[in-house]
């Protein structure tokens, strides 16, 4: 599964600004990759690890704004058509899962 958090956050002050900062570095410091300037995405190998992920950046929201955290199957993501430019790009794949020993 994937799991794409979006927000919308002021930035008018300078103490609003740092907290949209920070609420970005969490997100980094949790997994997350940046799509676009206010979206991150990650990869999920479960429900349960996404609903853990959920109350992680739960807890790191900022007092302000507006914060949408959104699933998708692999499936579902894989039809995400993406852009550069007018260039179209090949769709992400998922990522392997990894084995420690």
């Known amino acids: 599964m994937w799991m794409f958090v979006m927000f919308d956050l002021p930035v008018t002050e300078k103490a609003e600004r740092k907290a949209a900062t920070d609420f970005r570095k969490a997100l980094l410091d949790m997994g997350f990759e940046m799509s676009q300037f206010s979206v991150y995405l990650r990869f999920c ?3 349960t690890q996404l609903d853990t992920y959920a109350k992680r950046v739960e807890a790191n929201l900022p007092q302000g704004g507006k914060v ?7 499936k579902q993501y894989e039809r995400i058509l993406t852009y550069y430019g007018r260039q179209r790009q090949e769709p992400l794949k998922t990522p392997d899962q990894f084995a420690l020993f």
């Open 45 to 47: 190998t479960s429900q």
């Open 68 to 74: 949408n955290i959104l699933q998708f199957t692999d």
